[in-house]
C-alpha cells in the first residue's frame, strides 16, 4: 500500500474522504438542529462507547472528523487501533463546543464503527483458521473510496492484505485469458511487462489450466471456485510441479468454511466476506 501510518491522520485520502462525507451530511446548510437547539457557548464532554465485543479501528479518521468540523475541539483515542474491546469500555474521548460535538457525531460514527465491523470481521476469520498454515487475505470488493482504511482495517483484526488495486500486481482472471489466447500467453505478456518484482498470478478452474500456470511460471495460482477434493488434488499437482509456488483459493468462501478450505494445503484464502460482508459495530456517542 502507497500510505504509510505517518499519512493517516493529515494525508489527503483521509482529508478527502472526509469532507466528502460532511459535505453530504451538511449540504451546506449545517447542522440546523444543532444551531436552533444549543447555545453557541456552551461546552461538552462525550465518550464514544463500545456497546459489543469489538476490535477497533479507524480512530485517526474519527478524529479527522471532529478537526475538519472545528479545530478547536479535541478527539483523543483512548485505546489502540487494532485493540480487543469489551462492551461499556470507552474507545475516546470528545471535548469541545457542545454544537460541534453534536454536528461531528453521526459522520463519526459511522466510519469508526464500519470500519471497526471490518477489523472485527477479520479477527472471526483470523481466528476460525489459527494453526490451520493458511493465511486468509482481503480482496478489491471494498466501499468505493474505504479500501484504503478497509484493508488497514483487515490488518489490525489480523487477517492480510492482496493486492491494493490494479496498479500494483498482476492477476490474470478468466476472462483476461479468454481475451489473451490462453493461460499461458496471458502470463508470457505480464511477464514480458511487468517490472522487475511485481508478482504475476493467474487463475485456474481445473488441472489442465493449472498445469499451464505453473510452466508458464506464475508467481501465485488462484485455485478458482473449487470444493475441498478438488483443492486437495490441485494442490497435491502444483507441490509436485513446483512446490514453492504459491496457492490461493477463492470463491464463496465464508466463516463456516474457510477453515477447511484453509486446512487443503493452501498458502492464502481469499474472501470478499472481510470487507463487504462485514456488519458496522455497535458504537455510541454520549455526553457526560
Not at 140 to 156: D, I, M, N, Q, Y
Request: glycine share 10%.
Amino acid at each position: 500500500m502507497s500510505v504509510g501510518p505517518a499519512d493517516l491522520r493529515a494525508g489527503s485520502v483521509g482529508r478527502r474522504l472526509v469532507r466528502l462525507a460532511l459535505e453530504e451530511d451538511l449540504a451546506g446548510y449545517g447542522d440546523v438542529t444543532s444551531s436552533w437547539t444549543v447555545e453557541a457557548d456552551v461546552s461538552a464532554r462525550a465518550h464514544v462507547v463500545a456497546r459489543e465485543h469489538l476490535v477497533v479501528s479507524g480512530l485517526p479518521l474519527a478524529g479527522a472528523v471532529l478537526a475538519e468540523v472545528d479545530p478547536a475541539a479535541e478527539f483523543r483515542a483512548i485505546l489502540s487501533e487494532g485493540a480487543h474491546v469489551e462492551p461499556g469500555e470507552v474507545v475516546a474521548a470528545l471535548e469541545g463546543p457542545a454544537r460541534s460535538l453534536l454536528t461531528a457525531e453521526r459522520t463519526l460514527l459511522n466510519l469508526l464503527a464500519h470500519l471497526s465491523g471490518v477489523a472485527t470481521q477479520a479477527a472471526r476469520f483470523a481466528q476460525a483458521v489459527a494453526g490451520a498454515g493458511a493465511v486468509v487475505v482481503d480482496t478489491r470488493k471494498t466501499t468505493p473510496g474505504l479500501r484504503f482504511w478497509e484493508k488497514r482495517a483487515v490488518r489490525h483484526g489480523g487477517c492480510g492484505n492482496h493486492r491494493f488495486g490494479l496498479f500494483d500486481m498482476v492477476l490474470i482472471k478468466d476472462n483476461h485469458v479468454a481475451a489473451a489466447g490462453g493461460v499461458a500467453e496471458a502470463v508470457r505478456r505480464a511477464r514480458a511487462a511487468a517490472p522487475l518484482g511485481m508478482k504475476v498470478e493467474v487463475e485456474v478452474e481445473d488441472e489442465a489450466a493449472l498445469r499451464e500456470a505453473l510452466a508458464a511460471g506464475a508467481d501465485i495460482v488462484m485455485l478458482d471456485n473449487r470444493d475441498l477434493d478438488d483443492l486437495r488434488a490441485l494442490v497435491a499437482v502444483a507441490r509436485a510441479e513446483r512446490p514453492g509456488v504459491l496457492l490461493e483459493a477463492s470463491g464463496g468462501i465464508g466463516l463456516t468454511t474457510v477453515r477447511a478450505v484453509a486446512g487443503t494445503g493452501v498458502d492464502l484464502v481469499s474472501t470478499s466476506a472481510l470487507t463487504a460482508g462485514a456488519p458496522p459495530v455497535d458504537l455510541a456517542l454520549d455526553f457526560l
